[in-house]
Structures are given as structure tokens and as C-alpha cells.
């Protein structure tokens, strides 16, 4: 099975910080790697696809890179709406498996 | 507007069977790949089931292979997961979720739709 591993698992920043969260798989997963933003009591939300393409309705400041192993999520100006919990997920093979998740808190 | 509604959750005693239903609406349902995502109490996500549009490819984690059966009723609109024998570690929040698929090959590329969840919880 492809282990997804994100880092950092907590992270903290003010309204219009740049944020980047990690992903790294334990195998390549091309780019066969998705983003999603869960708030609590939520279900997530599809925000990136295919590693960089943004989902219909996200706004802009989101974007995400990356192929084979190493992936990364990056908002550019934190937003009020935007403290939430992040999961990577990929598609490469089954079983499908999910990052443990990255918790952005406001600081 | 498309929407995915899961119902069928409950309180269950270890050993005993339930079965979720998914109600779709919204979107040409037989169209797409769909799946069952669950999450624990204060845990991550897990990927539980996919089934391909005619039910004819069923893919499983591990942990609920030979307990779980997902299914569809494309003339329903409806999406199924049968659990039996069921466990205290299959206790969490079930979402159903539609599959967003690549326009030329039909690669799945992520869950684009997701109901609000149903709560199981297996407990004595």
C-alpha cells in the first residue's frame, strides 16, 4: 500500500501569511495526488486535482505542485475561512490512502 | 443543484449488520464512480469503498474486505454498503462521495461531491 505522509501535522499563521503543506508518498504517484480542506463538523471539499489543477469554485490563492513523491499545497494570503484541516489523498492504485491530515490553526 | 444525502446509521452491537444508503440527485448518477470515505472519531479520513458506473468493478480497504459489500441502483439514483460483522473500529461518520473523472481516459481524479455523512457507531 502507498503511505501518504504530511507535514507538518499542526500549523499556525496570522491572515495573509503564505502557508505551504507537505505531502510525500512512499512510492510515485505520478501526479495522481488530490487536496482537500475539512472543517469540523464538515464533510471535506475537493480544493486540487491531478496534484495542480484547481477544483471549479477554489479561489486562486490556492495552488498546488508536485509529481512522483513530493507534493506540496500552498495558500498565498491566509484567509479567515481558511483555518481548516487539509488532507492529501492519491489515485495512483488501490487501496486509495489519505495524508493523516495538517491542521492550519490561526495564530 | 447536486447533492448526495446518506442515511441508515445507528447504534449497532459488535457482530450485528447495517446497511447505508447514498440518495443522488442533481447529476447523471450511472455516469460516475462513486465511493464510501469514513472517518473515526477525532481521526483522518479513510477510504472504505469504489464501484465503477454498472457495479461491475468493486475495489476495498483491507480492513472491511469479506464484512462490507458496496452496491448501486443506478435506477435508484442510489448507493449501498451493506457491513456486517461489524467492529468498534468501524465506528465513524460514512460519506458517500462522487468521483470527479479525467475527461479523456475517465482516470479518476478526486471526490468532487460529498454528502454530509451518517453516523455508526458499534458499541455494547
Known amino acids: 500500500d502507498i503511505q501518504m505522509t504530511q507535514s507538518p501535522s499542526t500549523l499556525s499563521g496570522f491572515v495573509g501569511d503564505r502557508v505551504t503543506i507537505t505531502c510525500r508518498a512512499s512510492?510515485?504517484?505520478?501526479?495522481?495526488l488530490a487536496w482537500y480542506q475539512q472543517k469540523p463538523g464538515k464533510a471535506p471539499k475537493l480544493l486540487m486535482y491531478?496534484?495542480?489543477s484547481l477544483e471549479s469554485g477554489v479561489p486562486s490563492r490556492f495552488s498546488g505542485s508536485g509529481s512522483g513523491t513530493e507534493f506540496t499545497l500552498t495558500i498565498s494570503s491566509l484567509q479567515p475561512e481558511d483555518f481548516a484541516t487539509y488532507y492529501c489523498?492519491?489515485?495512483?492504485?488501490?487501496?486509495?490512502?489519505f495524508g493523516q491530515g495538517t491542521r492550519l490553526e490561526s495564530k | 443543484e447536486v447533492q448526495l444525502v446518506e442515511s441508515g446509521g445507528g447504534l449497532v452491537q459488535p457482530g450485528g449488520s447495517l446497511r447505508l444508503s447514498c440518495a443522488a440527485s442533481?447529476?447523471?448518477?450511472?455516469?460516475?464512480?462513486m465511493t464510501w470515505v469514513r472517518q473515526a472519531p477525532g481521526k483522518g479520513l479513510e477510504w472504505v469503498a469504489n464501484?465503477?458506473?454498472?457495479?461491475?468493478?468493486?475495489y476495498y480497504v483491507d480492513s472491511v474486505k469479506g464484512r462490507f459489500t458496496i452496491s448501486r441502483d443506478n435506477a435508484k439514483n442510489s448507493l449501498y454498503l451493506q457491513m456486517n460483522s461489524l467492529r468498534a473500529e468501524d465506528t465513524a461518520v460514512y460519506y458517500c462521495?462522487?468521483?470527479?473523472?479525467?475527461?479523456?481516459?475517465?482516470?479518476?481524479?478526486?471526490?468532487?461531491?460529498w454528502g454530509q455523512g451518517t453516523t455508526v457507531t458499534v458499541s455494547s
Open positions: 464501484i465503477q458506473q454498472d457495479g461491475s468493478e468493486k
Open positions: 491531478k496534484a495542480s
Open positions: 462521495a462522487k468521483n470527479l473523472p479525467e475527461i479523456l481516459t475517465g482516470y479518476l481524479l478526486g471526490m468532487d461531491v
Open positions: 442533481g447529476f447523471t448518477f450511472s455516469r460516475f464512480w
Open positions: 512510492q510515485s504517484i505520478r501526479s495522481w
Open positions: 489523498q492519491h489515485y495512483d492504485s488501490y487501496p486509495i490512502t
